[in-house]
């Protein structure tokens, strides 16, 4: 179809899903660059050649008695024991020497591991891998690394200490033995996911292919791969790396979440790969393998209608369309939708009903716009916002939304709610939701010890170590929660600025003008009579929708409708 110079503008504005959007569907899969290494006080990821490259302290005389004490309570798993001992040692109370003081931090982290403080045993590791080689267990300190990932989320910031390690496959070579098989393929991983927060996506790869084919990290890494190659815009590559997480999953019986997650993930990217290389066919059959029961199926209705627009099948489109907008899906967010709808309209010179879509369109989200800006100025800082986050989230965990009596939630109208809902529910912000959750855990474990243990120098840097991440975290939570909601205020914005265009070409098409551009020559395709007729077949049956949805029916709805141009 020959579209006129507006649509194609519109189109060019309203595409959203094409290479920007596979590259976001890491965030679906706790791949993100959003904050990484910084939330918990962790460093952010940097070059390894900015570690420090002094030799090691060696050994020259016996350990203090201190530091015997404290090793014989750590083979006896005394862990607090040892590590009030471990603390005086490193704060230098006992005057060992270098490399002494450099084995009891070491020990101290693992007691702190071993107590389950493990903000407190990151902030002890971290602190030896900044030092590189100049520390004596810099390189046994990998492991520990790759056991706290397993234990603290990623904005805890370990990927990017793992990052300290360096580039080189050989270097994990240790590693790699039966019994240490799994943490291998952890630290190919953690590395893969360090260089690619640093943009070096051939080194990713390095990483992501060199995980052994059973490890249960494979298919993080094969996802991760395609997203490489979706950076470098490289797509045939990518769609092979998607394509063997469907060929891994697809048609097996009995899938876990995660799994189910997985091949939808993977069709979900593939069908974005195809829209952006105009396969238009492809790319529908990919997202009608998005079952209704996935998270992603509303993405798949909603960027499917658009391919069904491309191909001229606008009854599709606009069935689709429909979809969305069922009272099953009243939490969902898709405005993008209804501006497709009135440029269909529009398309087809259906210029009353574009107009009425496009006022219902104003009417609706004005009054969100200005909500939205008069809550936001209420938050003076980021630790202001979190708690907005916090408290909102806990209202929606406790059943607000449940509750139709409710009209407003923290003084939002429920409309509205449902709009910030969207905005703020994405993996990355609940991810660092989760850390502060954690740390304010550890500090009330810690509460609980001995208070011999609390009051002791140890127990003194674990509260600190956890105050401080907290206190990052709150900052960098409210800080991304924040940018969020000014996103969605902007987006809101360009909505409506879309509809004030359509608006204008309407205008103008009432004026006349378009028929003028048409009788000067510019084509005017016709919609194929396959694609305008709405018909049943063996397995359908057509029946016309009187205003009541049924789940069963959702995604098999179509809407007719009959070009005007030119009559």
Avoid at 124 to 137: D, P, R, W
Avoid at 488 to 493: G, N
Wanted: glycine share 6%; net charge negative.
């Amino acid at each position: 179809m020959v579209k006129n110079g507006f649509l194609s503008g519109i189109i060019a504005l309203m595409v959203t899903f094409s290479v920007s959007s596979i590259v976001n569907a890491q965030d679906d899969m706790d791949f993100t660059d959003d904050g990484a290494g910084a939330a918990g006080g962790g460093s952010k990821a940097a070059s390894p050649s900015a570690a420090v490259t002094a030799p090691p302290p060696k050994p020259s005389g016996p350990p203090s008695e201190a530091l015997a004490n404290a090793l014989r309570f750590y083979q006896q798993e005394r862990y607090a024991q040892a590590a009030v001992q471990l603390q005086r040692i490193v704060q230098g109370e006992t005057g060992d020497e270098p490399a002494n003081v450099q084995k009891a931090q070491f020990f101290l982290g693992k007691c702190f591991y071993h107590l389950k403080f493990y903000q407190a045993a990151l902030g002890v590791f971290e602190e030896i891998a900044l030092m590189s080689t100049g520390h004596i267990y810099f390189h046994s300190t990998l492991q520990w690394l790759a056991q706290l990932s397993r234990e603290l989320p990623e904005p805890a910031g370990i990927i990017g200490l793992v990052g300290r390690y360096g580039d080189s496959v050989q270097a994990l070579q240790e590693f790699k033995r039966p019994q240490t098989k799994d943490l291998y393929n952890e630290l190919m991983y953690l590395m893969g996911r360090y260089w690619y927060q640093m943009g070096e996506f051939g080194k990713a790869r390095s990483f992501f292919m060199g995980l052994s084919a059973d490890s249960e990290l494979k298919v993080n890494a094969e996802f991760f791969t395609g997203i490489t190659y979706i950076r470098q815009r490289k797509a045939m590559p990518a769609s092979k790396a998607f394509l063997k997480i469907v060929e891994r999953y697809d048609g097996k019986l009995f899938l876990d979440d995660d799994e189910e997650r997985f091949l939808n993930l993977a069709w979900l990217s593939l069908a974005r790969i195809y829209y952006s290389t105009k396969h238009w066919d492809s790319a529908i059959a990919a997202w009608n393998k998005i079952p209704q029961s996935s998270e992603y199926y509303l993405d798949a209705q909603f960027e499917e209608s658009w391919a069904y627009f491309q191909v001229d099948n606008y009854s599709r489109a606009l069935g689709n369309i429909h979809t969305l907008q069922s009272p099953y899906f009243k939490e969902s967010f898709y405005p993008e939708a209804v501006i497709l709808k009135a440029v269909i309209f529009f398309d087809q010179c259906l210029y009353d009903d574009a107009k009425m879509v496009v006022d219902q369109f104003r009417s609706d989200f004005e009054p969100v716009k200005g909500q939205l800006q008069k809550n936001l100025s209420k938050f003076q800082d980021n630790p202001q916002f979190f708690q907005f986050l916090r408290k909102l989230r806990k209202e929606i965990d406790d059943g607000a939304l449940d509750d139709v009596e409710q009209k407003s939630i923290l003084g939002l109208p429920r409309e509205v709610v449902y709009v910030v809902k969207g905005a703020l529910d994405d993996r990355t912000l609940l991810r660092n939701l989760e850390y502060v959750s954690l740390l304010e855990k550890e500090a009330d474990r810690l509460k609980k010890m001995p208070a011999q243990f609390v009051n002791s120098t140890a127990g003194q840097r674990i509260m600190q170590d956890i105050e401080t991440a907290k206190s990052v975290a709150i900052d960098n939570t409210g800080n991304l929660a924040r940018s969020r909601y000014e996103r969605l205020l902007t987006e809101i914005q360009d909505f409506l600025n879309q509809t004030t265009r359509v608006e204008i070409e309407i205008l103008k098409a009432l004026r006349g003008e378009l028929e003028q551009e048409a009788a000067a020559g510019e084509a005017i395709a016709r919609i194929h009579a396959k694609n305008a007729e709405i018909s049943s077949d063996e397995e359908h049956v057509i029946w016309p929708f009187t205003g009541e949805y049924w789940r069963d029916e959702l995604g098999y709805y179509r809407q007719p409708v009959e070009r005007h141009c030119g009559r």
